[in-house]
């Protein structure tokens, strides 16, 4: 698979390091995430740790985007406190993303190696969760 880079959007990566900075703390929230919605519109949320698996901040962040009538989000980014920068999502966010949001892009790397990558590229030989859904019809 090629991988297609897109325009990084460095106002989403610092939003999210804004929220890692002033609202993680200890830890039950040492993720935050930010989303750009399609009408441009950011969505920002922290990961609830929880050692039942609670949710990582990319997964808070869908619901975050849906209570504020945000259904289509384009680009996403997680940053960790403490400095950590920019953190891939986890198999399971990955996961989640793209049977959300198949378009949508995410922005991994770190520093000046930032990229933006079709969520389908973080997850080679894709499972896609609708395909194998049989028809009500």
Do not use: K
């Not at 999502?89 to 930032?114: K, S």
């Amino acid at each position: 698979m090629t991988t297609q880079n897109h325009p990084v959007d460095h106002e989403l990566v610092e939003a999210a390091a804004d929220v890692a900075r002033s609202r993680c703390r200890g830890d039950n929230h040492t993720m935050a995430a930010a989303a750009r919605a399609r009408d441009g519109r950011i969505v920002t949320a922290v990961n609830a740790y929880h050692f039942t698996g609670g949710p990582c901040a990319e997964l808070v962040v869908i619901g975050a985007a849906a209570a504020q009538g945000a259904y289509e989000l384009e680009t996403i980014v997680a940053v960790g406190d403490r400095e950590r920068g920019v953190v891939p999502p986890c198999g399971r966010c990955r996961q989640a993303l793209l049977d959300y949001f198949p378009a949508l892009r995410v922005i991994v790397g770190a520093g000046d190696r930032l990229r933006a990558v079709p969520v389908a590229e973080l997850l080679p030989e894709t499972y896609v969760w609708a395909d194998h859904q049989l028809d009500a019809g």
